[in-house]
């Protein structure tokens, strides 16, 4: 009579103790699984249209970071309000779990002092890392009156409002820098926002506007004679077209480069953007990306993620001095 009870004791608690044990395995592998990142394809929004500068550097950039991640990176271009519309959608509606990461260009430090926006620059993002910094130039069609930047200048002087150029958006370094520039020479110049720089280099081959603004998306139509190249922006000359001159020797007192990286909205895991920074990091540092910066005339312009939010909030600050001077800030 004693027995089975007994028996049928050790077989509940027999099976108790199985249903634990699986379950203590079970348990590490279950939350490993959820804390694996990524475990799906991440988009990399590029805030400017397909076949630009930026676009066929972050296209190669997230190629090669992909392989490191072992998921796909997709390129989703989405470009508007001079490269802002991009990073501020993404801070204001993706979730902050690293699958949806985003370009910060200049632009995002400058547009608030310029207008109300509903995202701020600093607080709204996680900062993963500083990439690289434009080539900036002045270009005309090959069959331009303008045979220098002067002659251009001078017959802005004779022409007041007249003489036009295109730029990448009201508010990006492309802009800022020419309305410095024309401060400096004391002439008005009539501005023409596009959304990116490949729509600005049809426009000026198709005779739309007189000249733009831009980053080195331009090059290959200098090299191949159908753009000519006035000015550059840089502190120096550029190795590539040597015989160009830049703002800052000419006299007019502007240098740009415009350092831009990667963010994605705020709140992110510190781990997943480890992650992230490591595997762009690793792209940053492979020959075929290297060889795209050298082609774009770019240089890298590598910042760990609390480095380069440092450098953005002391850039936000410092540029309300700048858009203040130009004219250009929201009356308070």
């Known amino acids: 009579m004693d027995r089975k009870p007994h028996t049928k004791l050790s077989l509940s608690r027999r099976a108790l103790l199985l249903a634990a044990a699986a379950g203590a395995i079970a348990a590490p592998f279950g939350t490993a699984q959820a804390q694996a990142y990524p475990s799906k394809p991440i988009t990399l929004i590029v805030p400017w ?77 996680t900062f993963i890392m500083g990439v690289s910094g434009y080539t900036f130039g002045f270009t005309v069609k090959s069959d331009s009156p303008f045979k220098s930047f002067n002659d251009y200048i001078e017959a802005a002087r004779k022409n007041p409002g007249q003489i036009n150029y295109g730029s990448t958006g009201n508010g990006t370094s492309p802009h800022l820098l020419m309305e410095e520039l024309a401060g400096n020479a004391k002439v008005k110049l009539n501005h023409i926002p596009f959304k990116g720089n490949a729509d600005l280099q049809q426009a000026l081959l198709g005779g739309h506007v007189m000249a733009q603004s831009d980053a080195s998306g331009w090059d290959k139509f200098v090299d191949n004679g159908q753009m000519r190249l006035l000015l550059t922006f840089g502190e120096q000359r550029t190795k590539r077209w040597p015989e160009v001159p830049t703002a800052k020797e000419l006299g007019y007192g502007v240098v740009s480069t415009s350092p831009y990286g990667l963010v994605g909205p705020k709140g992110m895991d510190p781990a997943v953007v480890k992650t992230l920074h490591d595997a762009f990091k690793k792209a940053m540092e492979d020959p075929k990306h290297v060889e795209v910066l050298e082609q774009l005339n770019q240089q890298a312009w590598y910042r760990t993620g609390d480095e380069y939010r440092k450098w953005a909030m002391e850039t936000f600050e410092k540029d309300r001095g700048l858009i203040e001077r130009l004219g250009l800030a929201t009356p308070k």
């Open 49 to 125: 249209p397909a076949g630009g500068s930026t676009d066929r550097h972050l296209r190669t950039l997230a190629e090669i970071a992909s392989k490191h991640l072992g998921q796909n990176i997709i390129v989703q271009n989405q470009p508007g309000a001079g490269g802002t519309l991009g990073p501020s959608s993404m801070a204001m509606t993706a979730k902050p779990d690293g699958y949806t990461i985003a370009q910060f260009p200049m632009g995002m430090l400058r547009v608030p002092h310029m207008q109300k926006t509903n995202w701020h620059p600093i607080n709204d993002f």
